[in-house]
Structure formats: C-alpha cells, structure tokens
C-alpha cells in the first residue's frame, strides 16, 4: 500500500514527528519493517509480532517493479502456479537478496476480483533471479499481491492485475455495501469490532476469538511467526495492506490491528490464525464512511 511506504520512508529519513526523532531514536541502526516505529541499536525482536529487526536502509528514490508470469498447464490450460520476478528500481535487473520477514522472503497475496477467492502463498527463489510458487487457481481474474523488504531496502507492496487463460469477459469490480462482522469456522467465533474506524484517519480493527459456546479462545498458535496474520483488499483492489496484531490478549482470545482505511467504501479482509494445528482463514466485510 503507497501510503504504508511513504511512511515507512519518512520515519526511516527522518521526516516523523519531532516526538519520533529523539536521540535515542536516530542512534538506533535497526528496525522492524512492519512496524518502523520500534528500533534498537542492536538486531532484537519487535516487541510487537516478534520478528528479528534489520538494518534501518538509506533512503532510495524510485519504485521497485514487479512482473507475474502465469504457469499454465499445457493441456488443460489451468493456471498451476505463479512466477515472479522483482526488479531494481535504478537498474531494472531481478532483485533476489530478500530479507526474512514473519519466516518468509516473499509474502505472496492472491485475490480474485469478485472477492471470493483468497490465497496467501510464498514463493520460492529458482535459477534467473526469479520466485516460483505451484499453487492452482481457478479461472479469472486477479490482483496479485507481493510484500517483502529487499535487502538493504525499504519494505514493499507491489500490485499486478491477471486474467488467467480460459477466463470469459471481464467482470466489474464489486460494490461492498453491508458489512460482515461475524465469521464461524472449525469451532471458532470471531467477531470483528471497528468502532474507531473511518476512513483516512487511523483506526483499530479488533477481532475477538471464541469458540462456538463463546468462551474465548486462550490457546491459538503463532503463524508464520505471529499470531495473526490479516490481508485487506479494498472493493476495487486499488488498495491493499498485510498487517499483523499490535496487541493481543489472553493467548489470542481478542486480536487488535493498527490500521489506516484511506478511503471511503467497502473493504473484504481476510484474517488468518492457527488453532490445533489447523490455518484458519476468515473473510470479512467492512464499510467505512468518510
């Protein structure tokens, strides 16, 4: 998401907030790409989602591109799989020295345009600077998403639209207009409540975890090295965001996201937790006024 960035940049040039550049702040060499406002002096874990911090990157102009190339099977003409090649914003060559962020190189989102589909994958690095992920995906059309920080980078969410083979006519984006704030799946409840947020303004999304009877959950599992990971799309997928919690409670029973929704409209989410074992994933439907 372009406003995530921007972000990330200025704290990173030292455009924040007089309050963010003390002096203990610009001393410190290392932080954690999700959160930029947690630093150190040495790599330690982000007190937030855990992950070990890195280097602190120099400021570079230009954006990173990135070009999706379809792997289809030659008889069936169903799409198998995904490659993906990130290239420099100077020298347009592959970029492959990908730091490890939530156990992963490259966080792979993949989200149809009728919001239906939903998948998050992660590619693997193959010969000619490329990552490879075989995942099958049914007929239509997409937004595919990446987010990962190049090394000695700032962290990056690039976009690219698909239609995949045997795809007939383009549909038109959807139009999000009741909200969905309540999702059961494998003896799970989970309830959304976003009562601070609209949109441009900075908001919390905060999803409470039970089981069916309602008590709450106490004993979910980290997932890819956090305790939850959420993907928000908004209705026309010009807009994207992967987030993880800034705060949990009680072993995961209530998940709380510190988001900014930049604009008016419906948002499709989706959060995912791990409980005995087992990935969950959850769809969500929010509309937010200006």
Not at 231 to 245: G, K, N, Q, R, V
Request: with cysteine; glycine share 8%; charged share 15%.
């Amino acid at each position: 998401m372009r406003l995530v960035l921007v972000a990330a940049l200025l704290l990173a040039t030292g455009g924040g907030s007089p309050s963010a550049q003390s002096a203990s702040v610009q001393r410190a060499d290392y932080w954690c790409p999700m959160h930029p406002n947690e630093r150190s002096p040495v790599p330690a874990a982000c007190p937030i989602c855990k992950m070990t911090m890195v280097p602190i990157p120099p400021m570079r102009i230009g954006e990173y591109r990135m070009d999706v190339e379809q792997i289809v099977s030659r008889g069936s003409r169903d799409l198998t799989g995904l490659r993906i090649v990130i290239r420099d914003p100077a020298t347009s060559q592959p970029v492959t020295a990908l730091e490890t962020v939530h156990e992963r190189p490259l966080h792979l989102f993949v989200v149809s345009r009728s919001l239906e589909y939903f998948a998050h994958v992660h590619p693997e690095a193959v010969a000619g600077g490329a990552f490879e992920v075989h995942h099958a995906i049914p007929a239509g059309e997409y937004m595919v998403v990446a987010d990962f920080v190049p090394r000695g980078g700032s962290p990056q969410t690039l976009q690219r639209a698909i239609v995949t083979p045997r795809t007939s006519g383009l549909g038109q984006p959807v139009r999000l207009t009741r909200s969905v704030l309540t999702q059961t799946a494998r003896g799970l409840r989970t309830q959304l409540l976003a009562g601070d947020v609209a949109a441009g303004r900075n908001g919390h999304l905060t999803f409470d975890v039970a089981v069916s009877s309602g008590v709450p959950v106490t004993d979910l599992e980290p997932y890819l090295g956090a305790q939850a990971h959420l993907f928000i799309a908004s209705a026309d997928l010009t807009e994207t965001m992967h987030a993880h919690p800034d705060t949990t409670a009680a072993g995961g029973s209530r998940l709380t996201f510190d988001v900014t929704l930049p604009k008016p409209g419906g948002y499709r989410m989706w959060l995912q937790i791990q409980w005995h074992g087992n990935v969950i994933t959850l769809p969500f439907t929010l509309v937010v006024s200006s």
